[in-house]
C-alpha cells in the first residue's frame, strides 16, 4: 500500500523558516520524481517543487527560488522542503506527491498524494 506522511508544517512569523517532512512506504518508491505543492484558500493546488529519485535534478517554482530547497533522504525513504525567508503569501495547506517529473507541469502526472499539512506565516 502507498503512503506520503507529511509533517512539520504550523505557524510561523515572515521571514522564518520551516521544514517539512514526507515519509514515503509502498511502491512510491518505484516513482520517477517526489513533488511539493500547495494550496491556498479560494486559489488551486500549484506546484512547488521536485526532485527527480535518479540524478537528483531540483526543479522550483518561480515564486520560491532562492528561499525554498527540496532534498530526499534514500535511507529514510524521505523527501524534505526547506523553506526559509517565509512570506505571507507562502501560507497554504502544502502536500507531497509522487509521480513522474512532468508533475512540474500539471498535476496530471501525480500519482499518489499525501494529506497535507498547514503552513501559515503571519506576525
Known amino acids: 500500500q502507498v503512503q506520503l506522511v507529511e509533517s512539520g508544517g504550523g505557524l510561523v512569523q515572515p521571514g522564518g523558516s520551516l521544514r517539512l517532512s514526507c515519509a514515503t512506504s509502498?511502491?512510491?518508491?518505484?516513482?520517477?520524481?517526489m513533488g511539493w505543492f500547495r494550496q491556498a484558500p479560494g486559489k488551486e493546488r500549484e506546484f512547488v517543487a521536485l526532485v527527480n529519485w535518479v540524478g537528483g535534478t531540483t526543479y522550483y517554482a518561480d515564486s520560491v527560488k532562492g528561499r525554498f530547497t527540496i532534498a530526499r533522504d534514500d535511507a529514510k525513504n524521505t523527501v524534505y522542503l526547506q523553506m526559509n525567508s517565509l512570506k505571507p503569501e507562502d501560507t497554504a495547506v502544502y502536500y507531497c506527491?509522487?509521480?513522474?517529473?512532468?508533475?512540474?507541469?500539471?498535476?496530471?502526472?501525480?500519482?499518489?498524494w499525501g494529506q497535507g499539512t498547514q503552513v501559515t506565516v503571519s506576525s
Open positions: 506527491a509522487s509521480g513522474t517529473p512532468a508533475m512540474r507541469i500539471g498535476i496530471q502526472s501525480v500519482n499518489y
Open positions: 509502498g511502491r512510491t518508491f518505484s516513482s520517477r520524481a
